[in-house]
T-cell receptor, first 114, second 111 residues
Framework: DAGVTQSPTHLIKTRGQHVTLRCSPI?????VSWYQQVLGQGPQFIFQ???????GRGNFPDRFSARQFPNYSSELNVNALLLGDSALYLC?????????????FGPGTRLLVL | QKEVEQNSGPLSVPEGAIASLNCTYS??????FFWYRQYSGKSPELIMF????GDKEDGRFTAQLNKASQYVSLLIRDSQPSDSATYLC???????????FGKGTTLSVSS
C-alpha cells in the first residue's frame, strides 16, 4: 500500500511570494495533519483536518491556511513568505481513535525562502 | 505551555550495547506516547507507540511509560550502526489532535 505522499519534494521561493503544498493520505485515512520542522527542532503542529473540517490549529499566523478535499487529500497554503518560513513541511495521516490515533508522516516538502 | 523535553545528545554507544533514550512531558492529560526515528534529511518514521503504564516490546525496541512521573523512555537493545539517527518523542495533546514533539535525541552507534 502507498504511504503518505507529498508534492513537491523541494521548493525555492522568494520573500513575499505564496506557496501551496500538497498531501495525499494513506488509503482509508480520513485525517490529515500538517507540521513545520526547522533545523534542529522537533516538528511543530500547524493544522489538522478531518472530514474536510478543521479539528485543530497550532500557534501559527493567519498567513498559514489549509483545506481538505472530498478525497481526503489536503493543501497547505502560506502567503507573504518570510525567510523564517524556510523549513521541512510534513504531512501526516491518521485514523481518528479518540485520542489514540497514530500519525504516519510523508516524505515532506523542503521549502527554502530567499 | 505543553512541553516535551528530551536530552539533545549526542548519545554515543558501541555496537551491540543498549541505548536508553528518555523523555518527560508536562500535560498530565496526554493519552498516547510515540517514538519516531528520523534519519538526516528524511521525515520521521514511527517505531513505537504506548498508551498504558509499563513496558511494551517490539523486537529490539522497548518503550516504557510512567504516567505518575510523566516519563517515557525507549530502549534499543543490540544497537546497530543503522540505528544512528535522531529519535523524537511525541505526546498527543489533551484534545487528541496535535502531536507535541521534543527536540529529539541524536544517537550515534559506533562499530
Amino acid at each position: 500500500d502507498a504511504g503518505v505522499t507529498q508534492s513537491p519534494t523541494h521548493l525555492i521561493k522568494t520573500r513575499g511570494q505564496h506557496v501551496t503544498l500538497r498531501c495525499s493520505p494513506i488509503s482509508g485515512h480520513k485525517s490529515v495533519s500538517w507540521y513545520q520542522q526547522v533545523l534542529g527542532q522537533g516538528p511543530q503542529f500547524i493544522f489538522q483536518y478531518y472530514e474536510k473540517e478543521e479539528r485543530g490549529r497550532g500557534n501559527f499566523p493567519d498567513r498559514f491556511s489549509a483545506r481538505q478535499f472530498p478525497n481526503y487529500s489536503s493543501e497547505l497554503n502560506v502567503n507573504a513568505l518570510l525567510l523564517g518560513d524556510s523549513a521541512l513541511y510534513l504531512c501526516a495521516s491518521s485514523l481518528p481513535r479518540g485520542g489514540k490515533e497514530t500519525q504516519y508522516f510523508g516524505p515532506g516538502t523542503r521549502l527554502l525562502v530567499l | 505551555q505543553k512541553e516535551v523535553e528530551q536530552n539533545s545528545g549526542p548519545l554515543s554507544v558501541p555496537e551491540g550495547a543498549i541505548a536508553s533514550l528518555n523523555c518527560t512531558y508536562s500535560d498530565r492529560g496526554s493519552q498516547s506516547f510515540f517514538w519516531y526515528r528520523q534519519y538526516s534529511g528524511k521525515s520521521p518514521e514511527l517505531i513505537m507507540f504506548i498508551y498504558s503504564n509499563g513496558d511494551k516490546e517490539d523486537g529490539r525496541f522497548t518503550a516504557q511509560l510512567n504516567k505518575a512521573s510523566q516519563y517515557v523512555s525507549l530502549l534499543i537493545r543490540d544497537s546497530q550502526p543503522s540505528d544512528s539517527a535522531t529519535y523524537l518523542c511525541a505526546v498527543n495533546s489533551q484534545a487528541g489532535t496535535a502531536l507535541i514533539f521534543g527536540k529529539g535525541t541524536t544517537l550515534s552507534v559506533s562499530s
